[in-house]
């Protein structure tokens, strides 16, 4: 047999750059019969073990570890080795090392050798186990060195040698990014050298030999090691946890379960209940047959356990709002048959992938459902899973640029010719303008061609964002693990691998908007002593579709981009159907169809059906595929399918692959036929499927998503004040957000009130009706000094300046204390910003001194106060926002006088005259080559975009000037989907 039993792979992070799929066909290219990873981790084992079994090689399962300090390479001779070794690497990761002691535990089934570089120098301790000693050969200094010591103590010792033949990279030319790659991981700076002065690639069999020929007979022992290695890992089949009960079957559990949230889902509700029962029956049928009856219960449990204590639970994503059984457990809130939703897009026999739920809770409450999973199914069987942090395009070449040492001018020039999600490098480089800098700078060439060799590589481990094992044995039955958070292990292998052994993923999602919805209502019920259900809101107020058909939609969840916006405003939004089109229509690929949508809503094309019998599918959305569920029902109703079948014919379609689109149309053709249809329509609407198929977005995932859109819109709608504070709070941090809602408080007549030092905390607060801006939005004032102020006046509100100053001169700085006065939180001390700011040397020596000078009065000097501009500057540079000081303010005075509108009087066809300030200017040139331009004005009530045509710029250009304060006039206009206010008159203002 031929074999290599040393490879690195790139899962040694930062020390190879072998990809295992590439390596494994090069291995089978060159005629191995086996190979074996020896990674100082697992991470790759599974993914090396499943290529090997593709190629026809024989995977060696290895180990690179540390033993008492002393380097060795471990295999796995059985499955019993293979445990253990995922034991021994789990030990490493979680205690930091292992010593000889503890890896004799774990010693069975496993074969240890020493390393061709390493000479052990008390041999007696290693001889119980299955030993041998490594010869490495691949410079003069190991052959000179190293070898003829090992093979004498081999010798003396009567212990077998075996050859070793280190590979760190594929090809030889490999070793010049190998040593790029191993500088960055050192941040040392990159010596030139020959590529001839590569060792570690993979050989070809002949040079291989030719190496070892002198040690032929530890060349054959290596062989013999590779025979002794017969690792099976068992995979496919799954691996469920088992949901503890006790006197029950989780079939007869699950049905009693679902038959009473039936009779609770259905009281009041004027249907059928029999379509009910049956698709119930139908469901629970499936889910017995496959398996999954313990998996539906333990979601079942956990989303119960979320409600019991009051942590709120999204409605349901994916396809899984399409099971009736979800439904009926409270899992999802979405009814599939009042919304059309199909079970086998979910799950069905002819698709065997377990199902796939995934969970909403509010982003600062998933770590208590996670905490729960642990303390259910113990710490042993939940674990977290890893994932990799990769070498993405532009960071590949940053980080190749700062070892090759290239200037900071080269490098900004090379980065404008690369997305900031560039994710194929050498693609890009075939591009003209990167083409033209490779041929004329040789750096540039460099630098391209080795970012472009290690981009995708992994450089770190992160934890997957939402996943988490729960199995019913020892999660290292399966993988091997590392540490995690939440005082919880991390899996090594990633999250398709777990997924391929049959472990049970569950995602559990932090979702923002949740956690708004959850604050919000949580405020309603202080405040107002409301109880609101937002589970049970009926989705037809006229009121939540006004708002969101004139897309005031700022802080609705999915409906806030500026794209999704401009739908709203075209739909002509009445119903909650509307919301989920919208929701499916505005993705990548449906977008292209939005056009046609809108004008056969609106009534100006007219609705075609490709056949007539297509027209109950498709009425709903005005002819258009627009869901994937669309698809299905076609192929089952017109062509015959199944359910289950066709969703596998929507599923190969959307792959646009030559052969199976040939291969579907025979089929589909023929099963018309067989329904009594035309060839002709067959082919017709076979066309129409492969068309839309890659458009047709998940209506379950949609109608789900809706739903939260639409609780987020209610609230909005009747509790705005409750609503934008909570919303506020939650984008803290965000100059922008932040001023894009509270313009929308101000739009809704919510008072906003600057920070207080005696009533701001570190979130929005209601105060009298009014919203209280916190202290956390002043620049520079962290978590733990806000908390020292809080603490500080919970014993005494702060009376004064100088009672201020005394009682936190020890934890405020004079920058600190400047960005409070700058952002009004002291202005209830009755004195000017300039007195505080002049006055803070001098209060803080004052209070030093303490009662020593307390019979001399403080003197505060002159009460005067900045200028308007000073104050505008100084709170947008603490706030990151104007609140209290503006530069309309000037003019308010001219603005009652003249009777002005604002912006936010601004309508289609409506002429406003206002006073503004230009934030942006963009100036082109026609056809004609006449001058117009785009500006962006603002005002305290908004921002707008307008347009200036060449008429109307030729004669005010002089006074066009960004920053400048201006009296406008104007109207508002829509062309083609976009609202610009458009200039005819420009005057400068006499204050």
Not at 826 to 833: M, Y
Not at 897 to 922: G, M, P, Q, T, Y
Not at 972 to 983: A, M, P, R, S, V
Request: aromatic letters at 12%.
């Amino acid at each position: 047999m031929t074999t290599n039993l040393y490879l690195t792979t790139c899962y040694s992070l930062l020390n190879s750059t072998v990809r295992i799929d590439e390596v494994i066909v090069k291995a089978k290219e060159l005629g191995y019969e086996s190979l074996a990873i020896t990674d100082n981790n697992l991470y790759g084992a599974f993914k090396f073990y499943l290529k090997c079994k593709e190629v026809g090689i024989k995977p060696i399962i290895g180990l690179k570890a540390r033993i008492s300090d002393t380097p060795f390479l471990l295999y796995a001779k059985n499955n019993i080795g293979y445990l253990n070794l995922c034991k021994i690497s789990s030990f490493i990761e979680l205690k930091g090392g292992i010593d000889l002691s503890k890896f004799t535990d774990f010693s069975e089934g496993i074969i240890i050798v020493s390393l061709g570089d390493y000479i052990l120098e008390d041999i007696s301790k290693y001889k119980n186990f299955d030993f041998y000693l490594g010869i490495q050969v691949d410079d003069l200094d190991l052959e000179v060195n190293y070898a003829p010591k090992i093979l004498e103590l081999g010798r003396v010792n009567n212990v077998d040698c075996i050859t070793l033949s280190p590979v760190k990279y594929i090809d030889k030319s490999d070793y010049l990014y190998y040593k790029a790659l191993r500088c960055i991981d050192l941040s040392t700076k990159y010596e030139f050298e020959d590529v001839s002065l590569g060792v570690n690639y993979l050989k070809g069999m002949n040079e291989e030999k030719l190496l070892f020929s002198e040690y032929e007979a530890a060349y054959k022992k290596s062989e013999l090691l590779a025979d002794k290695c017969n690792v099976e890992i068992e995979y496919g089949a799954y691996q469920l946890p088992k949901y503890p009960l006790n006197g029950y079957t989780s079939k007869d559990y699950l049905f009693a379960l679902c038959k009473k949230g039936l009779e609770k889902r259905l009281k009041r509700l004027d249907v059928d209940i029999n379509v009910y029962k049956q698709r119930l029956l139908d469901e629970l049928k499936m889910i017995n047959q496959m398996g999954f009856n313990d998996y539906f219960l333990i979601v079942w449990d956990l989303v119960t356990y979320a409600k019991k204590n009051k942590i709120f639970v999204g409605p349901g994503r994916g396809s899984a709002a399409g099971s009736l059984v979800s439904y009926v457990l409270g899992i999802t809130n979405t009814d599939p048959i009042k919304y059309d939703l199909l079970f086998e897009r979910f799950l069905n026999p002819e698709r065997l992938s377990m199902p796939d739920i995934d969970l909403d809770f509010p982003d600062n409450k998933r770590d208590e459902m996670i905490q729960y999973v642990k303390n259910k199914y113990s710490v042993n069987n939940v674990s977290l899973i890893v994932t990799f942090g990769t070498f993405a395009g532009r960071s590949a070449i940053r980080d190749v640029a700062k070892i090759l040492d290239i200037n900071s001018n080269t490098l900004d020039e090379v980065l404008k010719h690369i997305p900031i999600n560039a994710s194929n490098l050498k693609k890009l480089m075939e591009e003209e303008d990167l083409c033209r800098l490779r041929k004329g700078f040789d750096e540039i060439e460099m630098l391209l061609d080795y970012a472009s060799k290690i981009e995708g590589l992994p450089r770190h481990t992160s934890t997957h964002a939402a996943g988490v094992i729960i199995s019913g044995k020892n999660i290292l039955e399966y993988s091997p693990i590392q540490k995690g958070m939440f005082d919880l292990n991390q899996t090594q292998f990633e999250a398709k691998d777990l997924e391929k052994l049959g472990l049970l993923k569950m995602d559990f999602l932090g979702l923002r908007n949740l956690t708004i919805l959850d604050k919000t209502v949580d405020l309603i019920k202080r405040y107002l002593n409301k109880d609101i259900n937002l589970y049970e809101l009926d989705f037809d107020d006229k009121l939540v579709f006004d708002l969101i058909g004139r897309a005031d939609t700022f802080g609705v969840f999915q409906l806030e981009s500026a794209g999704m916006r401009s739908l709203l405003t075209k739909l002509n939004v009445t119903e909650f159907e509307d919301v989920i089109a919208a929701i499916a229509l505005h993705r990548p690929g449906p977008m292209e169809n939005i056009p046609e949508y809108v004008a056969r809503k609106t009534g100006r094309k007219r609705i075609n059906y490709i056949h007539k019998d297509l027209e109950p599918f498709l009425k709903s959305t005005y002819g258009i595929i627009v869901y994937q569920e669309q698809i299905i029902k076609i192929a089952n109703e017109f062509a015959g399918y199944t359910l289950a079948e066709a969703d596998l014919l929507r599923r190969a379609v959307s792959k646009k692959e030559f052969k199976t689109l040939n291969d579907e149309r025979v089929r589909f053709v023929r099963k018309c036929k067989e329904m009594g249809h035309l060839e002709s329509d067959a082919n017709h609407i076979y066309d129409y499927i492969v068309k839309f198929a890659n458009y047709g977005f998940n209506r379950s995932h949609s109608v789900a998503y809706a739903m939260i859109a639409y609780q987020c819109a209610w609230l909005k709608v009747h509790y705005p004040l409750y609503y934008m504070t909570v919303l506020l709070s939650s984008v803290t941090g965000s100059d922008s957000l932040t001023t894009r809602y509270l313009r929308e408080c101000k739009e809704k007549d919510l008072e906003i009130l600057p920070p207080s030092i005696n009533k701001s905390g570190v979130k929005y607060l209601i105060e009298n009706g009014k919203i209280r801006v916190p202290l956390i939005g002043v620049r520079n004032l962290g978590f733990n000094t806000i908390k020292k102020i809080v603490d500080e006046r919970n014993n005494k509100e702060f009376t004064d300046y100088l009672d201020f100053i005394n009682r936190t001169r020890s934890f405020l700085n004079e920058k600190l204390i400047e960005n409070l006065i700058y952002s009004s939180a002291l202005d209830e001390f009755n004195l000017s910003k300039k007195q505080m700011v002049s006055k803070i040397n001098d209060a803080t020596k004052y209070s030093e001194y303490g009662t020593l000078i307390a019979d001399l009065s403080f003197d505060y000097g002159s009460d005067d106060e900045y200028s308007l501009n000073e104050l505008i500057d100084y709170e947008k540079n603490t706030l990151g926002y104007n609140l209290k000081y503006h530069f309309i303010y000037k003019y308010l005075g001219l603005i009652k006088e003249k009777n002005l509108d604002r912006i936010s009087d601004a309508s289609v066809s409506k002429e406003i005259k206002f006073i503004a300030k230009i934030n942006r200017i963009s100036v082109i040139r026609t056809k004609n080559n006449n001058k117009m331009a785009f500006l962006t004005l603002e005002d305290e009530t908004g921002i707008v975009d307008s347009v200036i045509f060449p008429s109307v710029y030729e004669k005010y250009d002089k006074i066009i000037m960004k920053d400048q304060c201006l009296l406008f006039r104007g109207v508002q206009e829509t062309h083609n989907g976009k609202t610009n206010l458009n200039i005819d008159k420009i005057g400068e203002i006499e204050v």
